[in-house]
């Protein structure tokens, strides 16, 4: 899991801002939510930005799309802190604007496994010996490097792609919780739409789970899926006659299909940004419930503007934080000079000004 992110001069963040997940405080409720962090910010403060800049791992490790990212003067700098079981695993590395790594570092119970300055063509590999790979050819991986001017390729994502680890090895771990992380964005992912989802919900079974989500949800509703003569399949409410599901649902329905199609894969960490900007305020609950219930093990940060979440009812005063328009990150808890209890009305404190030395 992340216990933690470190990122600085990335777009609006000169300065480092960090979430950690590990930093807890000493409350007794809703102990099911510490997997879960709520954002709240004036509009401009950065909360999509912070996304980006958390899923900026994912582009480097996966060659995922990189959604336009753009730096500051200099390189960004990124530090991923992570927990495997009994390891402890540190990637950090920086990225000039063009997208290509100035450097790269990776650490394993405090022990550096290698290091990688490509700007000044210093390399330790020494490290290597720790995890049981110190024969790889990394002569093969500077030749490759030396050879393409164009593009840097990452040295752990050539290390994992070159290398046979056993499915326990603590860097297959981290490949795969990096390759499932995700993010939803309004403008990007309202009309999300997954051709394997579709091919799921041929199985009845995962049809009606998914039916199932959208009652739930407070969308009473009927789902059937007919195969066309062309045997692309299509989704309908089914009322006295058949209505086509995408031309027909709401945008809050489309939201929440969107939504679903992304957890129901099982992701690691998934950054919403903007949550319940389709939602009234009950269906919004219902979600982070249904999160807690359906989703233990993932790690979810969402961002609002819906004060109506602010309450201990549901989540608690050190997963609920505020981005302020200086970059700085603040947990409720540590915004104010009261030790809030279960028993305060977070949203009004929130409403009447208490936190906004933060904001």
């Not at 290597?128 to 002569?139: A, H, P, Q």
């Not at 989703?295 to 979440?309: D, V």
């Amino acid at each position: 899991m992340l216990k933690r992110v470190t990122v600085s001069n990335f777009k609006n963040f000169k300065d480092e801002i960090s979430l950690d997940f590990s930093k807890i405080g000493e409350y007794s409720f809703n102990a099911d939510c510490l997997s879960m962090r709520l954002i709240y910010g004036r509009n401009a403060t950065g909360k999509t930005n912070f996304g980006r800049a958390l899923l900026d791992i994912k582009s480097l490790l996966c060659g995922m799309q990189s959604s336009g990212l753009i730096y500051e003067d200099g390189a960004a700098k990124f530090k991923y802190e992570f927990k495997f079981g009994n390891d402890e695993v540190v990637y950090k590395y920086s990225r000039f604007e063009n997208r290509n790594l100035c450097d790269e570092e990776l650490y394993i119970n405090g022990e550096a496994i290698f290091k990688c300055d490509f700007k000044n063509s210093k390399y330790y590999f020494q490290g290597l010996s720790i995890i049981s790979v110190e024969t790889v050819n990394t002569k093969r991986y500077l030749n490759k490097d030396e050879m393409d001017n164009e593009y840097v390729l990452p040295f752990l994502r050539w290390l994992i792609n070159n290398t046979a680890f056993s499915d326990d090895s603590v860097l297959i771990q981290l490949f795969e919780y990096v390759r499932k992380m995700d993010l939803i964005t309004v403008e990007n992912d309202l009309l999300y739409f997954n051709r394997n989802f579709f091919e799921d919900l041929k199985n009845p079974v995962y049809l009606h789970n998914f039916e199932d989500f959208l009652n739930l949800m407070g969308i009473e509703c009927k789902l059937v899926l007919q195969e066309l003569p062309d045997g692309q399949a299509e989704l309908y409410f089914s009322h006295k006659k058949l209505v086509p599901f995408y031309r027909t649902a709401s945008s809050g329905t489309l939201a929440l299909t969107s939504l679903y199609q992304k957890i129901v894969s099982n992701p690691s960490l998934i950054y919403i940004d903007d949550f319940a900007a389709f939602y009234h305020y009950e269906m919004a609950e219902k979600l982070i419930c249904y999160f807690k219930d359906k989703y233990p093990e993932c790690q979810f940060i969402m961002t609002s503007h819906n004060t109506n979440l602010m309450t201990n009812k549901i989540m608690r005063p050190d997963c609920l934080f505020i981005l302020s328009s200086r970059g700085t990150l603040t947990a409720l808890c540590d915004a104010t000079e009261r030790e809030l209890r279960e028993g305060h009305n977070l949203e009004k404190m929130y409403i009447r000004g208490e936190f906004e030395k933060y904001e």
